[in-house]
């Protein structure tokens, strides 16, 4: 079975246009990469174990410390170049991304080097205006993006 993400697309409405929050993921990978590198906030479930809504919460939490409550509205799933598949719940709700916290992760850097650095999850967030936000967006998830538009808009 293909492994699953969850995660919340926050938008906000600023004089009549949409903005979404996509975040930046930290480590030395992402390193001086832009376009095509910001993400909704998410990150893998079990769903055996996890509800994906509930999966969804807490990786909008663990990556930006901000915990979204409802009413959130389900968008279509997604499938990643990788095949993971992404769940995905658009939230009307602000933020200010000076104040994000994310949680951290350990890898051996350089590689074969034997030391360990500790990165942030996720390096930076920003609001964007939806079509600059599909040139910044994993080409993959534009469609998630499009179905948000498409509900707002109606």
């Avoid at 409405?13 to 095509?36: M, R």
């Avoid at 992404?86 to 994310?102: F, K």
């Avoid at 993006?145 to 109606?154: D, N, R, W």
Wanted: hydrophobic fraction near 35%.
């Amino acid at each position: 079975m293909a492994k699953q993400s969850a995660g919340i697309l926050l938008y906000r409405k600023i004089h009549k246009s949409i903005e979404v929050l996509l975040v930046y993921p930290g480590g030395p990978y992402f390193s001086g990469k832009d376009a095509g590198n910001w993400t909704v906030p998410k990150g893998e479930f079990i769903e055996e174990e996890e509800a994906p809504l509930a999966a969804a919460i807490r990786e909008m939490e663990e990556e930006t410390g901000f915990r979204p409550e409802g009413p959130f509205t389900a968008l279509s799933p997604i499938k990643q170049k990788s095949g993971k598949i992404v769940h995905c719940w658009a939230q009307e709700s602000d933020l200010d991304v000076s104040t994000i916290l994310s949680n951290t992760f350990e890898l051996e850097w350089p590689p074969k080097s034997g030391k360990r650095k500790t990165f942030p999850e996720v390096e930076k967030a920003a609001w964007f205006p939806l079509e600059a936000a599909k040139k910044k967006i994993n080409e993959r998830q534009i469609p998630l993006l499009e179905e948000l538009q498409q509900i707002i808009q109606g």
